[in-house]
């Protein structure tokens, strides 16, 4: 089965700086999405992307999927409190898979 | 985006008596449900899919007669957690697919805390 590999495992910024989140699979990522979760609640849908080279913009996050469709990143601008969390990717095992394969998350933390 | 509830956010009971969650998709028709159920500081967990008039499929290691699954409808599946004993208490989190086309997007509920004492 897929498994998807995070990178960091967690992460300390500094308020304001910018930062980015890996995930890295050993097989094709038919559909690639992106998460935010705050401890005790549900995920919040951040981005989607399907298309090899996509890339996706929201507020002061960016994703992008690689041309191989095997590896996604997350990027924060200007880092803020409001974006602190963990960040969890998921992904479609195959086209048209049912269900999502998840990675074990990047814990983000941001410093005043 | 689409929106997907869960009542309750939060349950306590005694070990041995039932609890039923619901999760509901409130602006979409959902033909597929996931519940999932989460450790603290680890991922999710995907426990079955579940697909509306069918019964649902459970992933290799999860109870189908302890976590009972209905998706009785298209906004509406329960996961019921019966005979409850303290190691059921986790955070369970629903989630709901829209398919556009041959792609699709899959939105989660809030989550529910379950405490069984």
């Known amino acids: 089965s897929q498994e998807l590999e995070q990178s960091p495992q967690s992460l300390i910024v500094q308020e304001g700086k910018n930062l980015t989140i890996n995930c890295t699979s050993s097989?094709?990522?038919?559909?690639l999405y992106w998460y935010k979760q705050k401890y005790g609640e549900g995920l919040i849908f951040l981005m989607m992307?399907?298309?090899?080279?996509e890339e996706k913009s929201h507020e002061k996050i960016t994703a992008k999927l690689d041309e191989k469709k095997q590896q996604s990143s997350l990027h924060i601008t200007a880092s803020q409190p409001s974006h602190a969390g963990i960040y969890l990717c998921g992904a479609d095992e195959i086209q048209g898979a049912q269900k999502l394969v998840f990675g074990q998350g990047t814990r983000l933390t941001i410093n005043p | 985006g689409a929106v997907v509830s869960q009542h309750p956010s939060r349950v306590i009971c005694k070990s041995g008596t039932s609890v039923k969650i619901e999760c509901r998709s409130l602006?979409?028709?959902?033909?597929?449900m996931f519940w999932y159920r989460q450790f603290p500081k680890q991922s999710l967990m995907l426990m079955a899919t579940?697909?509306?008039?069918?019964?649902?499929?459970?992933e290799q290691g999860v109870e189908k007669d302890k976590f009972l699954i209905n998706h009785a409808s298209l906004t509406l599946s329960t996961l019921t957690v019966t005979s409850a004993h303290p190691e059921d208490s986790s955070f369970y989190i629903c989630?709901?697919?829209?398919?556009?086309?041959?792609?699709?997007?899959?939105?989660f509920g809030p989550g529910t805390r379950l405490t069984v004492t």
């Open positions: 992307l399907q298309k090899g080279g």
């Open positions: 989630s709901a697919r829209i398919w556009q086309g041959r792609f699709s997007e899959q939105y």
């Open positions: 097989k094709t990522l038919y559909g």
């Open positions: 579940s697909n509306e008039g069918s019964k649902a499929t459970y």
């Open positions: 602006d979409f028709q959902a033909t597929t």
